[in-house]
Structures are given as structure tokens and as C-alpha cells.
């Protein structure tokens, strides 16, 4: 197997993922700064929507990945120095939180996205609905950024170290 574009002993689509998840913080909260101080409703409709799709492209394609290499497992096989058994418990662990926030941050962004779709008005504005929509984009806020970071962790102890 060829490594990774980042250099380490991964494959193109945990590379792309990582790098995803660098970006993904930055790019959500501008679109809350745009929201919240530009009062720029339809750029943060618009930023949040290709955001999804582009997460969601992302991780079919990653998944495709996985499967085609056998999973992470059978990736990690690859490194020069292989882990000890409990350095793989604990990268185990890591995964483990980074899925439980994954699964919950599609759930909560999914909700989100579909409540603004749904019940904030066209164009964008301010209605009876914000505060709803404000308090899920906030906690999907949260978990994609618990996402981001624990999925970094992982990689940093799976392919890097």
C-alpha cells in the first residue's frame, strides 16, 4: 500500500479525512460569525449546506476506502514499527469516543440542516423557530468539533507516532 499524501502509513481517503477535519472548525465557525455579527443569513444557509454535503461525500468515500483496505486495522499493519497491544487498546479507545461523536454529530447535524431547511423562512431571517434551530446548531457545533479533535487524536496515535 502507498502512503498517504501527508506522508504516513495511511491511505488518500484517511489523509483527505484528516485534512477535512482541520478545515471543517474554522469553516463552522465563520458561518456562526455570519450568522450571529453579519446578520449574512443566507451565507451561513449556504456555507452550512455545502459543508454537509461535502462531510457527507467525504465519509461515504472515506468508508468506501476503509472497505477496500481491509479497515483501519489491516491500514495500520503497514506501519515500519507496529503498535504494542496496548498502544492498540488505547488507539482502540480513541476510536471508539470519535465514533460515538461522529454518529451523534450526523444525527444533530442532520436535525439541524433539516429544521432551517424546514421551518426558517425563505430567504433566511430571524423567526419564532431561531432559538430551536440556534440551540441544535450549537450542540452540532460542539460534537463536530469533538468529532474533529478526537478523529485527529486518532490518526496522530494510529499513523503518526
Not at 461522529?102 to 423557530?129: E, N
Request: proline fraction near 4%; include cysteine.
Amino acid at each position: 500500500m502507498a502512503k498517504g499524501f501527508l506522508g504516513y502509513p495511511s491511505t488518500l481517503m484517511l489523509d483527505v479525512v484528516v485534512c477535512a477535519l482541520i478545515l471543517v472548525v474554522p469553516v463552522l465557525l465563520f458561518s456562526i460569525y455570519l450568522v450571529k455579527f453579519r446578520r449574512a443569513y443566507l451565507w451561513h444557509r449556504r456555507l452550512q449546506t455545502g459543508l454537509g454535503v461535502a462531510l457527507l461525500v467525504t465519509v461515504c468515500l472515506f468508508e468506501i476506502d476503509m472497505r477496500m483496505h481491509g479497515g483501519w486495522q489491516a491500514i495500520l499493519k503497514q506501519r515500519s514499527v507496529l503498535l504494542t497491544d496496548a498502544q492498540l487498546q488505547w488507539v482502540s479507545r480513541v476510536l471508539l469516543v470519535h465514533l460515538v461523536f461522529a454518529v451523534s454529530t450526523v444525527i444533530l447535524w442532520t436535525v439541524t440542516l433539516t429544521h432551517g431547511w424546514k421551518r426558517i423562512p425563505r430567504p433566511p431571517q430571524p423567526s419564532p423557530h431561531s432559538a430551536t434551530h440556534k440551540l441544535l446548531g450549537w450542540l452540532s457545533t460542539i460534537t463536530l468539533t469533538l468529532t474533529s479533535v478526537t478523529g485527529l487524536v486518532f490518526y496522530y496515535y494510529a499513523f503518526v507516532i
